[in-house]
């Protein structure tokens, strides 16, 4: 891909006082999900009761920033034309270390992605903003924690 992510004109996210913890993280480059203070669970998307035990306890957390795909989609006609300028580019479903699963812009890697692949948070400015995306960690640079 040898489009300027940044200069894409696409539509930002809408940020509440719910996902604003969120966003601020994204923004420094560090991903935050909620975590359950009944159950221990990890949870996203953000949201004000745990799916889990439904508890209203939760606390945001730095995630770990690792993954795994779960399912992806090479686009080629994008819902929004502010991205036609990157396309094709890749969407995929990451299954986070922590549990929860997050959409997310995958960046190329060596190859063509693959389901089960493993992936880094790879913080990346897109469209005037910094969001969580992931990259393959063939092309990362840290290791993997144990």
């Given at each position: 891909?040898?489009?300027?992510?940044n200069?894409?004109?696409?539509?930002?996210?809408?940020?509440t006082?719910l996902?604003?913890?969120?966003w601020?993280?994204a923004?420094e480059?560090r991903?935050?999900?909620?975590q359950?203070?009944d159950?221990?669970k990890?949870v996203?998307y953000p949201?004000?009761?745990?799916?889990?035990c439904w508890?209203k306890?939760?606390?945001w957390?730095?995630a770990?920033?690792?993954?795994?795909l779960?399912?992806?989609?090479?686009?080629h006609k994008?819902g929004?034309?502010?991205w036609?300028?990157?396309?094709?580019?890749?969407v995929?479903l990451?299954?986070?270390?922590?549990?929860?699963t997050m959409?997310?812009?995958?960046?190329?890697?060596?190859?063509?992605?693959?389901?089960?692949d493993?992936l880094?948070?790879?913080?990346?400015?897109i469209?005037g903003r910094v969001?969580p995306?992931?990259?393959?960690?063939?092309t990362?640079?840290?290791?993997?924690?144990?």
């Amino acid at each position: 891909m040898s489009v300027d992510l940044n200069a894409l004109k696409t539509p930002g996210p809408t940020i509440t006082s719910l996902t604003r913890p969120f966003w601020d993280a994204a923004a420094e480059g560090r991903l935050k999900i909620q975590q359950c203070k009944d159950c221990g669970k990890a949870v996203f998307y953000p949201r004000p009761m745990c799916p889990h035990c439904w508890s209203k306890r939760l606390v945001w957390k730095e995630a770990s920033g690792w993954g795994q795909l779960k399912s992806f989609s090479e686009v080629h006609k994008p819902g929004h034309p502010g991205w036609l300028p990157a396309a094709p580019y890749v969407v995929g479903l990451v299954e986070l270390a922590e549990g929860p699963t997050m959409l997310s812009f995958i960046l190329p890697g060596m190859r063509s992605p693959r389901v089960g692949d493993a992936l880094l948070l790879a913080p990346t400015a897109i469209g005037g903003r910094v969001l969580p995306a992931f990259k393959p960690v063939e092309t990362a640079t840290e290791e993997k924690p144990k």
